[in-house]
């Protein structure tokens, strides 16, 4: 009897508590649910710029505020094995040809300085490349691996016809330029090998 009695209390409780319409409500609180649908990025830590690294930036952000080509050209021709092309063309005689098209190489390399870099490993020494994305390997270059950011940046940076040829296993096909730690300038290229041999 006293278990009817406390059954029915508890039920007329639920009914107080209830809605209007005499159906019982309960209100549980829980945590919040974890955002899995959120994109995880891990974030490697990037090397540092060294010394060399950033007083070769001074050099190139000098000749790039002159707006001087020549300068460019000087600057490049005193680099050992220095590559602005993959036509053996004179770095004076490329450079010239695109701007003809179109293409500004001091307005793109400050372009490129001014954004993120990667780097990667070569032989024993640590190259600053940009932009970063030119730094992965062919493989985790493909779309799928990226996040949709940098998915995005991708396309506005190479094009669908890039992209095309990422997908189809080949690097970074946009303009990049690179920088070993030891402040040498590499590279200032805006195609690859293999497009330079589609176009002879």
């Known amino acids: 009897m006293i278990r009817v009695t406390l059954g029915l209390a508890?039920?007329?409780?639920?009914?107080?508590?209830?809605?209007?319409?005499?159906?019982?409500?309960?209100?549980?609180?829980v945590d919040a649910a974890p955002a899995v649908t959120a994109p995880v990025e891990i974030v490697e830590e990037l090397a540092p710029l060294t010394e060399a690294v950033d007083g070769k930036i001074f050099a190139i952000r000098e000749v790039l505020a002159r707006d001087s080509l020549n300068r460019l050209v000087r600057l490049a021709d005193a680099e050992p094995n220095f590559v602005s092309n993959f036509a053996g063309e004179s770095h004076k005689v490329?450079?010239?040809?695109?701007?003809?098209?179109?293409?500004?190489?001091?307005?793109?390399?400050?372009?490129?300085?001014?954004?993120?870099?990667?780097?990667?490993?070569?032989?024993?020494?640590?190259?600053?490349?940009?932009?970063?994305?030119?730094?992965?390997?062919?493989?985790?270059?493909?779309?799928?691996k990226l996040t949709f950011t940098d998915r995005a940046r991708l396309l506005e940076?190479?094009?669908?016809?890039?992209?095309?040829?990422?997908?189809?296993?080949?690097?970074?096909?946009?303009?990049?330029?690179?920088?070993?730690?030891?402040?040498?300038?590499?590279?200032?290229?805006?195609?690859?090998?293999?497009?330079a041999q589609e176009d002879e």
């Open 94 to 144: 490329h450079w010239d040809l695109l701007r003809r098209t179109g293409f500004d190489p001091l307005a793109k390399l400050s372009g490129l300085l001014d954004g993120p870099y990667g780097t990667r490993r070569v032989g024993d020494q640590t190259w600053y490349i940009w932009p970063d994305l030119a730094a992965l390997s062919a493989e985790d270059l493909l779309p799928e």
């Open 10 to 29: 508890a039920l007329c409780a639920l009914a107080a508590c209830g809605n209007q319409d005499g159906s019982p409500s309960v209100r549980v609180t």
């Open 157 to 195: 940076l190479v094009g669908e016809p890039g992209l095309e040829r990422v997908r189809a296993g080949e690097g970074y096909p946009g303009v990049r330029t690179a920088i070993a730690e030891d402040g040498r300038w590499l590279y200032f290229v805006h195609e690859t090998a293999e497009e």
